[in-house]
C-alpha cells in the first residue's frame, strides 16, 4: 500500500503563502494523475487541484489563479504552491491518486490574523 505524507503546513496570515510537498514511499507518481484535496472543519472532502502524469493540470474554482500543482516523478514528490491565502484556505489538505486510494497523513493549513 502507498503512504503519502503530507507536509509544509502551518498558519499563515491572510494574503500569505505556503508550499505544501507530498512525498510517496513508492513509484505511483509515473503512472497515475495526483491530486491536493482538502477538508475544511464540517464539511467534505474536495479536490482543488489536480496534475496528469503528462503534466496538465486543473483547478477548483476556489483557487484557481492562486494555487499552482506540480510534481516530481524522480523524487515521488507532489507539491501545491499556495498564493493570496485566504481565510477560508483553512483545511487538512491531502494528496493523493486521483481517483483516491486509500488516505495518507494531511497537513492542516490555517489561515488566520
Known amino acids: 500500500q502507498v503512504q503519502l505524507v503530507g507536509s509544509g503546513g502551518g498558519l499563515v496570515q491572510p494574503g500569505g503563502s505556503l508550499r505544501l510537498s507530498c512525498a510517496g514511499s513508492?513509484?505511483?507518481?509515473?503512472?497515475?494523475?495526483m491530486g491536493w484535496y482538502r477538508q475544511a472543519p464540517g464539511k467534505q472532502r474536495e479536490l482543488v487541484a489536480i496534475i496528469t502524469t503528462g503534466g496538465s493540470t486543473n483547478y477548483a474554482d476556489s483557487v484557481k489563479g492562486r494555487f499552482t500543482i506540480s510534481r516530481d516523478n524522480a523524487k515521488n514528490t507532489v507539491y501545491l504552491q499556495m498564493n493570496r491565502l485566504k481565510p477560508e484556505d483553512t483545511a487538512v489538505y491531502y494528496c493523493n491518486q486521483v481517483p483516491p486510494d486509500a488516505w495518507g497523513q494531511g497537513t492542516l493549513v490555517t489561515v488566520s490574523s
Open positions: 513508492r513509484s505511483i507518481f509515473n503512472i497515475n494523475a
